[in-house]
Protein backbone atom coordinates (compact mmCIF):
# COMPACT_ATOMS: atom_id res chain seq x y z
CA UNK A 1 0.00 0.00 0.00
CA UNK A 2 3.43 2.26 0.89
CA UNK A 3 2.61 2.65 -3.15
CA UNK A 4 -0.55 3.88 -3.70
CA UNK A 5 -1.32 7.84 -4.59
CA UNK A 6 -2.54 10.36 -2.20
CA UNK A 7 -4.99 12.92 -3.94
CA UNK A 8 -3.86 16.14 -4.68
CA UNK A 9 -4.27 18.85 -2.56
CA UNK A 10 -6.68 20.56 -4.52
CA UNK A 11 -8.60 17.67 -5.03
CA UNK A 12 -8.73 16.86 -1.33
CA UNK A 13 -10.05 20.34 -0.32
CA UNK A 14 -12.53 20.20 -3.36
CA UNK A 15 -13.87 17.02 -1.50
CA UNK A 16 -13.47 18.52 1.84
CA UNK A 17 -15.90 21.43 0.45
CA UNK A 18 -18.44 18.70 0.01
CA UNK A 19 -18.11 16.83 2.99
CA UNK A 20 -18.42 20.23 5.37
CA UNK A 21 -21.47 21.36 3.17
CA UNK A 22 -23.96 21.90 6.04
CA UNK A 23 -26.57 20.37 3.63
CA UNK A 24 -24.72 17.15 3.48
CA UNK A 25 -26.07 16.23 7.07
CA UNK A 26 -29.32 16.88 5.95
CA UNK A 27 -28.99 13.21 4.13
CA UNK A 28 -25.95 11.90 5.76
CA UNK A 29 -26.34 12.32 9.46
CA UNK A 30 -23.37 11.54 11.19
CA UNK A 31 -24.95 10.72 14.76
CA UNK A 32 -27.15 8.62 13.20
CA UNK A 33 -24.78 7.02 10.71
CA UNK A 34 -22.68 6.35 13.59
CA UNK A 35 -25.22 4.82 15.96
CA UNK A 36 -26.12 2.58 12.92
CA UNK A 37 -22.59 1.49 13.13
CA UNK A 38 -23.03 0.10 16.87
CA UNK A 39 -20.80 3.00 18.63
CA UNK A 40 -21.52 3.23 22.52
CA UNK A 41 -19.55 5.26 25.37
CA UNK A 42 -16.64 3.84 26.44
CA UNK A 43 -15.47 2.24 23.40
CA UNK A 44 -12.12 1.88 21.20
CA UNK A 45 -12.90 3.27 17.62
CA UNK A 46 -10.78 3.14 14.47
CA UNK A 47 -11.93 5.37 12.13
CA UNK A 48 -9.76 4.61 8.56
CA UNK A 49 -9.15 6.97 6.09
CA UNK A 50 -10.65 9.85 8.30
CA UNK A 51 -10.62 12.32 5.63
CA UNK A 52 -11.43 16.14 6.92
CA UNK A 53 -13.37 14.55 9.88
CA UNK A 54 -16.94 14.29 8.82
CA UNK A 55 -17.69 11.57 11.06
CA UNK A 56 -14.75 12.05 13.68
CA UNK A 57 -15.92 14.78 15.96
CA UNK A 58 -19.48 13.23 16.08
CA UNK A 59 -18.07 9.74 16.91
CA UNK A 60 -15.85 11.79 19.67
CA UNK A 61 -18.96 12.85 21.18
CA UNK A 62 -20.39 9.30 21.01
CA UNK A 63 -17.84 7.56 23.05
CA UNK A 64 -17.22 10.50 25.48
CA UNK A 65 -14.43 11.11 27.98
CA UNK A 66 -14.17 7.43 28.49
CA UNK A 67 -13.87 6.40 25.00
CA UNK A 68 -11.49 7.18 22.03
CA UNK A 69 -10.81 7.49 18.67
CA UNK A 70 -8.10 6.81 16.09
CA UNK A 71 -8.20 8.44 13.38
CA UNK A 72 -6.31 7.75 10.37
CA UNK A 73 -5.90 8.85 7.04
CA UNK A 74 -2.61 9.13 4.55
CA UNK A 75 -3.04 12.26 3.49
CA UNK A 76 -1.22 15.32 5.13
CA UNK A 77 -4.20 17.93 5.16
CA UNK A 78 -6.83 15.14 6.36
CA UNK A 79 -4.61 14.80 9.39
CA UNK A 80 -4.34 18.97 9.65
CA UNK A 81 -7.94 19.57 9.09
CA UNK A 82 -9.40 17.15 12.08
CA UNK A 83 -6.69 18.18 14.10
CA UNK A 84 -8.08 21.76 13.91
CA UNK A 85 -11.72 20.84 13.72
CA UNK A 86 -10.38 18.79 17.11
CA UNK A 87 -8.73 22.15 19.00
CA UNK A 88 -12.20 24.24 17.98
CA UNK A 89 -14.29 21.64 19.71
CA UNK A 90 -11.97 21.54 22.90
CA UNK A 91 -11.98 17.47 22.16
CA UNK A 92 -8.72 15.47 23.77
CA UNK A 93 -10.31 11.61 23.66
CA UNK A 94 -9.16 11.88 19.10
CA UNK A 95 -5.84 11.06 17.70
CA UNK A 96 -5.62 12.13 14.04
CA UNK A 97 -2.30 10.66 12.96
CA UNK A 98 -1.03 10.10 9.14
CA UNK A 99 -0.99 5.73 9.02
CA UNK A 100 -1.58 2.96 6.60
CA UNK A 101 -4.10 0.78 7.36
CA UNK A 102 -1.93 -2.14 6.30
CA UNK A 103 0.44 -1.05 9.36
CA UNK A 104 -2.05 1.01 12.16
CA UNK A 105 0.77 0.64 14.63
CA UNK A 106 -2.52 -0.50 17.36
CA UNK A 107 -1.97 -2.87 19.74
CA UNK A 108 -3.19 -6.60 19.17
CA UNK A 109 -7.30 -6.68 20.24
CA UNK A 110 -7.34 -2.82 21.48
CA UNK A 111 -10.64 -2.04 19.41
CA UNK A 112 -13.88 -2.42 19.41
CA UNK A 113 -15.26 -0.89 16.56
CA UNK A 114 -13.43 0.11 13.07
CA UNK A 115 -15.24 2.48 10.53
CA UNK A 116 -14.63 2.37 7.22
CA UNK A 117 -16.81 4.68 5.52
CA UNK A 118 -16.59 5.80 1.99
CA UNK A 119 -12.90 4.02 1.54
CA UNK A 120 -13.75 0.26 1.36
CA UNK A 121 -13.21 0.55 -2.86
CA UNK A 122 -10.15 2.03 -2.19
CA UNK A 123 -8.59 -0.34 -0.14
CA UNK A 124 -6.13 -2.99 -1.10
CA UNK A 125 -8.47 -5.30 1.27
CA UNK A 126 -5.69 -8.11 0.95
CA UNK A 127 -3.23 -6.07 2.46
CA UNK A 128 -5.81 -4.49 4.98
CA UNK A 129 -8.29 -6.88 6.07
CA UNK A 130 -5.30 -9.24 8.47
CA UNK A 131 -3.83 -5.82 10.04
CA UNK A 132 -7.80 -4.70 10.71
CA UNK A 133 -8.47 -8.22 12.29
CA UNK A 134 -5.42 -8.42 14.33
CA UNK A 135 -6.41 -4.81 15.97
CA UNK A 136 -10.13 -5.49 16.37
CA UNK A 137 -10.94 -7.70 19.94
CA UNK A 138 -12.93 -10.75 19.68
CA UNK A 139 -16.31 -9.90 18.65
CA UNK A 140 -15.86 -6.41 17.51
CA UNK A 141 -17.47 -4.40 14.97
CA UNK A 142 -16.58 -3.06 11.49
CA UNK A 143 -18.89 -1.16 9.46
CA UNK A 144 -18.11 -0.01 6.26
CA UNK A 145 -20.76 2.97 4.12
CA UNK A 146 -20.68 2.63 1.07
CA UNK A 147 -23.16 2.89 -1.65
CA UNK A 148 -22.30 -0.55 -3.52
CA UNK A 149 -23.26 -3.97 -1.47
CA UNK A 150 -20.29 -5.41 -3.55
CA UNK A 151 -17.64 -3.67 -2.20
CA UNK A 152 -18.42 -4.07 1.71
CA UNK A 153 -19.22 -7.70 0.75
CA UNK A 154 -15.80 -7.63 0.00
CA UNK A 155 -14.94 -7.29 3.72
CA UNK A 156 -16.36 -10.74 4.78
CA UNK A 157 -14.51 -12.67 1.84
CA UNK A 158 -11.09 -14.25 3.29
CA UNK A 159 -13.25 -15.53 6.39
CA UNK A 160 -11.88 -13.07 9.13
CA UNK A 161 -15.30 -11.34 9.02
CA UNK A 162 -19.26 -12.21 9.15
CA UNK A 163 -22.08 -10.39 8.08
CA UNK A 164 -24.35 -9.89 10.47
CA UNK A 165 -26.29 -7.24 9.32
CA UNK A 166 -27.47 -4.33 7.18
CA UNK A 167 -28.99 -0.84 8.43
CA UNK A 168 -29.54 1.92 6.11
CA UNK A 169 -25.76 2.07 3.72
CA UNK A 170 -24.30 0.31 6.77
CA UNK A 171 -23.04 -3.14 6.45
CA UNK A 172 -21.89 -4.87 9.66
CA UNK A 173 -19.55 -7.12 10.18
CA UNK A 174 -18.12 -8.82 13.58
CA UNK A 175 -14.95 -10.35 13.72
CA UNK A 176 -15.10 -14.26 14.72
CA UNK A 177 -12.70 -15.81 16.41
CA UNK A 178 -12.53 -20.27 17.38
CA UNK A 179 -13.03 -18.88 20.82
CA UNK A 180 -15.79 -16.61 21.04
CA UNK A 181 -18.56 -17.45 22.13
CA UNK A 182 -21.26 -14.23 21.16
CA UNK A 183 -24.38 -12.88 23.08
Do not use: W
Not at 132 to 151: D, E, H, I, K, N
Amino acid sequence: MANRRIMCDSGFRCMSLIHDNPLRRIFDNPIKTLKASGIQPGQQVLEVGCGPGYFTIAAAKLVGDNGFIHAIDLHPLAIKMVEEKLRKASLTNVKARIANAANTGLPAESIDVLLLFGVIHALPLKEVLPELYRVLRPGGAVAVQTFSGRSAGRTAKGGLFTFIGKEGRIFKFRKETSDYSGP
